[in-house]
């Protein structure tokens, strides 16, 4: 008796199971219930479950891999009511600048003496001289040279309407861009003419403004030798070094590097450029 109770009970658990079955079933297959069709199967059994891609090393060439270290955002750049003179002092440092090129009478001897003693500089370029010498904004970005922004026809800023300081600034970023492949987070004002405006759109377009410490006076062409003692005679940690690659003969220029620059490494110097700090 008790046997046939049991088995009584079994099937009416199965039955019930059976119900409930066919109505999840149904449920699931429904329209309107938010479920479009029946669930993924899981994978076969002793297959491994799918994993996404590896991403290559950041080291290798983004635009060959398509992958890279994820892109940051950069913060807001402060407008400043002065420009920087220095870089903070990480020991012997010196940052080395030229102004106006590129040239191909001379910003090819420049690089190759840089390259020489593997050190990198800021190149602050005109757009117009930028647009004419593509080629050389890319060596510059090959052999890891900072590009900075000096207008695209070195004007007078403080004698410019806004409007036309802003094209002067936008029009050079955008042919850096184009064949250095960065846009410019530094800029200069020519003849180191500043005002606010060129505060205010130097800041919108993501740049901070730096002049400089040591000022060869090299466009005046004082001689080799004097430009060579002006940037010994102020070599100090921090300090940045005005020069021109373009704008007239820089002869003398290209000569005083081939000197001071070895001159400055043995003396424990660090030539360096500057890194950006978004706040």
Request: hydrophobic letters at 35%; glycine letters at 10%; charged letters at 25%.
């Amino acid at each position: 008796m008790q046997k046939d109770q049991l088995l009584t009970r079994r099937r009416a658990l199965l039955a019930g199971a059976v119900t409930l079955g066919a109505a999840g079933m149904a449920a699931a297959l429904a329209p309107g219930t938010g479920n479009r069709g029946a669930p993924a199967a899981p994978p076969a059994a002793g297959a491994p479950a799918a994993r996404r891609p590896l991403r290559p090393s950041e080291y290798r060439l983004r635009p060959l891999t398509g992958y890279g270290p994820p892109r940051t955002v950069p913060g807001r750049t402060p407008v400043r009511e002065e420009p920087l003179l220095t870089v903070p002092d990480n020991g012997r440092t010196v940052v080395l600048t030229f102004d106006d090129g590129p040239d191909p009478r001379y910003t090819p001897d420049i690089l190759d003496t840089l390259a020489r003693h593997e050190v990198r500089a800021m190149f602050f370029v005109c757009g117009e001289m930028a647009h004419h010498n593509p080629d050389l904004l890319a060596r510059m970005a090959d052999e890891g040279h900072v590009v900075g922004n000096h207008t695209w026809s070195h004007p007078l800023l403080t004698s410019l309407r806004r409007r036309t300081i802003r094209s002067e600034m936008e029009r050079t970023s955008d042919v850096v861009e184009r064949h250095h492949g960065t846009r410019p987070e530094w800029f200069r004002a020519p003849y180191g003419a500043w005002n606010r405006a060129a505060f205010e759109l130097g800041a919108e377009l993501g740049m901070e403004p730096l002049a400089w410490t040591v000022d060869t006076l090299d466009w005046t062409e004082p001689g080799t030798r004097t430009i060579v003692g002006r940037v010994e005679d102020g070599a100090a940690p921090g300090v940045v070094v005005l020069s021109h690659d373009a704008g007239g003969d820089r002869s003398q220029s290209v000569k005083a590097l081939r000197s001071y620059l070895p001159h400055l490494l043995d003396s424990g110097y660090h030539v360096t450029v500057p890194r950006r700090e978004y706040v």
